[in-house]
C-alpha cells in the first residue's frame, strides 16, 4: 500500500492547479467533468482510517443516549489514547476520527459552553480532555486526525430553535481552533425526534437543511480549516455510501447530481453528473458503534476486514472502520489482534509491486510525457494517455518470469476527471489470451481480485468505453498473504450466554436459522407482520438456565420495502408446553438508529424464547432481523 508521504499529499494538491509539465511532444489533455478540489485529492490519498466511538453510550450501553446521562457515568479506569491510536496504525489505518459529541450532547473536550461535558466527570478529577489526548497520541503515530460533531443533541434546552445553532456553530469553531490542522469534519445525518432536551423531555422535529443552513456550517469548518474534508450533508465535500455495513457499489462514482442527496444514488454514485462528492464507506469491527460486552464474540475476522477493503478501498472509496474502545478506555484485545492480523497482511502484500520490471507498451500515446511506462514508474502526478478523440486504447505489460500475483490495481489520474467508463482486463498464459474482468470505473483506485493466482507472461488493460482519452496513472501487481487466523475471543461478560448449541423450534418464515448464526450480516426476512397475523420465532437455548432477558440486533444492511419490528413479546418456558409472558414492549429508535436492542425481565428458569413481532416500525412490505441473543441475571 502506497506511503501517504508529505511529498505525495504536496503532489496531490499540486495537481489540482496546475497538470504535470510535461510536454514533451503534446499538450496534456484537458479535464473531462467534474474534479477534485485540493483537500479532496488529499483526502483520496487516505484511502483508509478510523473512526473512535467512545463517549457516555459506552458506560451506559447504549448507542443513542437520550441526552440525560450524568456526566458522572463518565469514567474510563486505564485511558490510553497511544493504545487506541497504536491498534488503529497496526490496522493499516492512516488517520484516526473522533466523536467529539455524539446525540447525547455531552462533550469530550473541556468546553465551557455546557455544563454536559467531560468537566463534571470523575476522569482525572474533572480535569481531562479525551479530545485533546487523542489528537496528540494520533500526531505522536503520523497519523491523521479528524473530528465528529453531532449536529443533533439531545441534550441541549433550545435544540431545534435559533439559539442552539448559535451553539453549535461556537463547538465547531471550539474543535476547528484547538486541535491542531484536522483532515476531515464529519456532521452526522441523524437529526431531531425525542430526547432530555433540557428536561422538556419531548420530541422535536426539524427541517435539517433549512435548520442546520449547512452551506454557512461547512463554510465555517474551511475558514478555520482549508484542508479538513467535510462529511455528508449537500454542499459537502465527502458522501456517505449509503449503508453501515461497508460496501461501496460496483460501480462507485465519485460524482453526483446536483441536489440534495439521495441514498439510492449514494450507493454506487451518477456517472458524468456535476459534482465531485466521493464516498466514504464506512462500518464497524462490531455490530455496534460503541464498544458492548455482549458483542466480544462478533467482531469481524481478519478475512472479513479484507473483504470490506476489496468492496470499499478496491472500489475507490475510503475505508472508514470504527474500532471502539471499551470502558478501561483502550482497544479490546481481541480487536486489536484483528487489526494487527489484518494490517500486517496487507502490508506484506503490498510491499512489492510485481509489475516492477515488466516492459509497458500502448496502441497509441500522445507523446513522451504520457507514455506507457508512466504507468509503472510509481508516482501519482504521472501517466499513460493517448491522442485526443483515441478512447478505447490498449496498454500491454510484457512482465518479468516467474511472477505470481492474484490482486491488479489501477488508478487514474483523477485531476482530469473520470474518464475512463468501462474496461477489460486480459491475460496471456501458456500462449492464450483469457479476460479475467470487465468493469466499469477505475477512478481513484480500482481493485481486481483474481479467482486465484497467475502466473502471465502479459497483461492487458483494454478501455472498452470512455468519453475522452483516458489517463492511466497506475497498474500494479500483488500477491495477497492471508490474514493470520485469530483465535475466537473471550467473552468478557459472563451474563451473555453463548449461542453454541442453540435452535429454532418454530418460525413463521424461512432462514431463521440466521438469527443465531452469531454473524449480523446475514439476516431473517418474513412479510411485514400484523396484529392479526405476527411474525414469530422460537429458540431452544439448549438447556434450562436462570434467562433475564434477550436482546435483536436489527439489520444495517439498506434494503428497499424492509424494517425491524417496532416492538415485541416475549413468552418463555422450562419445557417447550408451559409458556409464561416475560416482556413487552416497543424497540426505543430501532428503525433509525438500527441499534442492537437489550430487552430485560425478571430472571426465570428457560430452555425456550418466543418472541412476536406484530408490526415494522415504519411502513415496508417486510420485516427484517439480524440477531438474537439472550442473557442471564
Known sequence: ????????????????????????????????????????????????????????????????????????????????????????????????????KHHDGFCLWPTLLTEHCIRNSPYKQGKGDIVGEMEKATRRAGLAFGLYLSPWDRNHAEYGRPAYIDYYRKQVVELCTRYGELFEFWFDGANGGDGYYGGARETRKIDAPKYYNWPSIIALVHQHQPMACTFDPYGADIRWVGNEDGVAGDPCWPTMPAHPYVQSEGNSGVRGAPLWWPAETNTSIRPGWFYHADEDAKVKSPARLLRYFDESVGRGTNMHLNIPPDRRGRVADHDAAVLKSFGEAQAQTY?????????????????????????????????????????????????????????????EYLPLGVRVTKFA??????????????????????????????????????????????????????????????????????????QRGWSIVTASGPGAEKLIDGDA?????????????????????????????????????????????????????????????????????????????????????????????????????????????????
Open 521 to 633: 450480516q446475514t439476516r431473517w426476512t418474513v412479510p411485514a407482520p400484523t396484529a392479526a397475523n405476527p411474525a414469530s420465532v422460537t429458540v431452544d437455548l439448549g438447556r434450562v438456565l436462570p434467562l433475564a432477558g434477550f436482546s435483536l440486533t436489527p439489520s444495517r444492511t439498506v434494503a428497499k420495502d424492509t424494517a425491524p419490528p417496532r416492538g415485541y413479546v416475549a413468552e418463555t418456558s422450562a419445557d417447550g408446553k408451559d409458556w409464561s409472558p416475560a416482556a413487552t414492549g416497543e424497540f426505543g429508535n430501532i428503525a433509525y438508529a438500527l441499534a442492537t436492542q437489550r430487552v430485560p425481565f425478571t430472571v426465570r428458569q428457560a430452555r425456550y424464547l418466543l418472541l412476536r413481532f406484530d408490526a415494522p416500525a415504519i411502513p415496508a412490505g417486510s420485516m427484517t432481523v439480524a440477531e438474537i441473543g439472550a442473557f442471564t441475571g
Open 425 to 498: 482486463i486480459d491475460l496471456e498464459e501458456a500462449g492464450q489470451w483469457r479476460t479475467v474482468a470487465e468493469h466499469e470505473c477505475i477512478s481513484a483506485q480500482r481493485i481486481v481480485r483474481l479467482p486465484a493466482p497467475s502466473s502471465a507472461r502479459r497483461l492487458r488493460l483494454r478501455i472498452l468505453d470512455a468519453p475522452a482519452c483516458p489517463a492511466i496513472s497506475e497498474i500494479s501487481l500483488f500477491r495477497q498473504v492471508q490474514p493470520v487466523p485469530v483465535a475466537p475471543p473471550k467473552v468478557s461478560d459472563p451474563t451473555i450466554i453463548p
Open 1 to 100: 500500500m502506497t506511503d501517504l508521504t508529505r511529498r505525495a499529499l504536496l503532489a496531490a494538491g499540486a495537481a489540482t492547479t496546475a497538470l504535470p509539465a510535461l510536454a514533451q511532444g503534446s499538450a496534456a489533455p484537458k479535464p473531462w467533468g467534474a474534479t477534485p478540489s485540493k483537500r479532496q485529492a488529499a483526502w483520496h490519498m487516505r484511502e483508509q482510517y478510523a473512526f473512535i466511538h467512545f463517549s457516555i453510550n459506552t458506560f451506559t450501553d447504549r448507542e443513542w443516549g437520550y441526552g440525560d446521562e450524568s456526566p458522572k457515568l463518565f469514567n474510563p479506569t486505564d485511558f490510553d489514547a497511544d493504545q487506541i491510536v497504536a491498534a488503529a496504525k497496526a490496522g493499516g489505518m492512516r488517520g484516526i476520527i473522533l466523536t467529539a
Open 351 to 411: 510491499a512489492r509491486d510485481l509489475a516492477q520490471g515488466a516492459v509497458a507498451h500502448a496502441s497509441a500515446e500522445r507523446g513522451r510525457a504520457f507514455a506507457a511506462s508512466r504507468v509503472l514508474d510509481g508516482r501519482r502526478d504521472t501517466y499513460w494517455s493517448p491522442p485526443d478523440g483515441d478512447t478505447t486504447p490498449t496498454l500491454t505489460l510484457d512482465l518479468p518470469p516467474n511472477r505470481t500475483f492474484d490482486v491488479i490495481r489501477m488508478r
